[in-house]
């Protein structure tokens, strides 16, 4: 680590300290050459690749940018979107992996917005699943009721439109 002030090549660590999210780590260094303290903050690094071969790093944002589209007029709020997002990032983070195919991640969006919104679900699925006729989207709608009627059978309830 080179000191930002008089770029010295080395550094001593003086405190290390987790995040409260636990996901960086920031750590106080002092440089031996002219004694001035710096922070730094550490984060493991997670690359998507995309489907074009391009390499970028993972960006909340843009999981927040493609399931808003999928939720326009649907009772979701930015907090909504936030959590899943969160969600998705510990999930991706969780495979170990350093780096994972955009379509990858667009699959571990499905399950959390599935329980946020199914129609905001069927419109991200139709995309990432590919749907190709009105028998896809049947087929899904399907799959939702068989697991409604599951639920309620099982004392559960059924997911309620606020």
Do not use: W
Not at 77 to 96: F, I, K, W, Y
């Amino acid at each position: 680590m080179h000191c930002p002030f008089c770029r010295h090549s080395d550094s001593r660590v003086v405190d290390s300290r987790t995040s409260d999210d636990g996901a960086s780590i920031r750590r106080r260094r002092q440089c031996p050459k002219c004694q001035r303290r710096f922070t730094t903050l550490e984060t493991a690094s997670l690359s998507v690749v995309k489907r074009s071969g391009v390499t970028e790093p993972f960006s909340r944002e843009k999981v927040v940018t493609g399931v808003r589209k999928a939720c326009q007029g649907r009772p979701v709020s930015e907090d909504d979107l936030a959590l899943l997002a969160q969600r998705v990032e510990e999930t991706v983070r969780a495979t170990g992996s350093a780096e994972l195919d955009a379509y990858e991640i667009g699959l571990t969006i499905l399950g959390p917005l599935r329980e946020l919104d199914e129609v905001a679900y069927l419109r991200f699925a139709s995309v990432y699943q590919a749907f190709d006729s009105l028998e896809d989207f049947e087929a899904a709608i399907n799959l939702l009721r068989a697991e409604h009627e599951s639920r309620a059978a099982a004392g559960e309830g059924t997911v309620q439109d606020t």
